[in-house]
């Protein structure tokens, strides 16, 4: 399962090792970069992941951003609350591929890309997981 954290969206999606293919799922609502925690207890026990993944927003030459502090206190915090392994991977670009991938279907261009966001970085986990870093 992975996120895409947000202050104020979260996007969503799961996916699976044996196709190494994800789909979004859902955008969860965030105050201030804290999700409804029983919200999303309740989508990891409708999906049993056994890895939870992060983006982590790193600048386009590879340092961090100062995002990135939030993003890792995320992931530790989602860690801790679900007790699953996580590991957050360079999420630079998913935004603007998700809104490109957003624009085929008229329907889509109003919704957020959040999930779709989400959907690209468990892919690029799924194709390279040692590409994953810890929070």
């Known amino acids: 399962m992975a996120f895409d954290f947000g202050t104020r969206q979260i996007g969503l999606a799961v996916g699976q090792?044996?196709?190494s293919s994800g789909q979004p799922l859902a955008v969860l609502k965030a105050r201030d970069g804290q999700p409804n925690w029983q919200q999303v207890s309740?989508?990891?026990?409708?999906?049993q992941p056994d890895m939870l993944i992060v983006g982590l927003p790193l600048n386009m030459d590879g340092s961090e951003s100062?995002?990135?502090?939030?993003?890792?206190?995320?992931?530790?915090?989602l860690q801790g609350r679900m007790t699953l392994p996580a590991v957050m991977v360079d999420e630079r670009l998913s935004t603007a591929e998700a809104k490109s991938r957003g624009e085929q279907p008229s329907s889509y261009r109003d919704k957020p890309v959040d999930s779709e966001a989400a959907c690209l970085i468990l892919e690029t986990w799924l194709q390279e997981p040692q590409l994953g870093i810890p929070p």
């Open 17 to 19: 090792t044996l196709t």
């Open 42 to 47: 309740d989508y990891i026990e409708q999906w």
């Open 66 to 77: 100062p995002f990135c502090q939030r993003a890792r206190k995320f992931a530790r915090r």
